[in-house]
């Protein structure tokens, strides 16, 4: 019976996967991650149960929106990290708009740095560095590429862990 092992009543394996990462998790565990962008803001009721066990279960640490195309060729569907310890109490999130990973978005994902360059185009070391800096004190401006949102007016915005819903564009 799949109402002993979870409590969203949905067919969405998404949910479900988020669901069950959340249910084996330890007290105090930490978990990362991927989801399709779709379970940040998906309107159906089991979506919202979802991002509810995300903010009122655990403390939700961090929504990291992918750019479409970071799985091609297997998929194009834009993704996010959710990054969550079950049993901690959410405050405030930290949102990161990840703008390349270092790779072509096309199905060819070629590298972006030349062979002769050291730069590396990519954010994942950025992404890393800024999240154990992170201070929801200090990152208060939503036209940057990372900011904090509290958790009240994620509430209010209907629980929608959408980057979009909440940066601003200059």
Known sequence: DLNETFSVATTKSELLFVERIYK???????????????????????FKEVRKILLDKCELKAVISLPSGVFKPYTGV?????????????KNVWFYDMLSDG???DDKRSPLLQPDSSRDYG???????????????????????????????????????SLNKYKEIE
């Open 24 to 46: 084996m998790l330890r007290m105090g565990g930490t978990a990362g991650v991927v989801v399709p962008q779709g379970v940040l803001f998906g309107g159906g009721k089991a």
């Open 123 to 161: 954010d994942l070391h950025l992404i890393i560095e800024a999240y154990k800096k992170r201070n929801p004190k200090k990152e208060t401006d939503r036209t940057m590429q990372h900011f904090f949102v509290s958790k009240k007016e994620i509430e209010e915005n209907d629980y929608d862990l």
């Open 78 to 90: 834009a993704t996010a990290i959710l990054i969550f310890t079950k049993g901690g109490e959410t």
């Open 103 to 105: 790779w072509s978005l």
